[in-house]
């Protein structure tokens, strides 16, 4: 029992961390883009391969996302340089 309660409060607190993120992603892309609030939550996709993980570590200057490409500006999440 107390594995499962173990188990349960890190996935409660690492969805919280990624709720943040992606928060976080919606006003990059409304700020930058100009997208409304609809539009910049349908490119907040998930996953490592999604936009959220994209721009969240940088790997790169700028990120491609749909059509409008966001300037990374936090960089301390920048992976490797």
Partial sequence: MKM???IALGLFFSTATLAGTK???IAEVKKQCGKDDASAAALATGGRQ?????WKTCTSPTVNVGDCTLTCTDSSSKIGG
Avoid: Q
């Avoid at 999604?50 to 994209?54: A, D, I, P, Q, R």
């Fill in 4 to 6: 499962f309660s173990l």
């Fill in 50 to 54: 999604g936009n959220v993980m994209k």
């Fill in 23 to 25: 928060d976080d992603f």
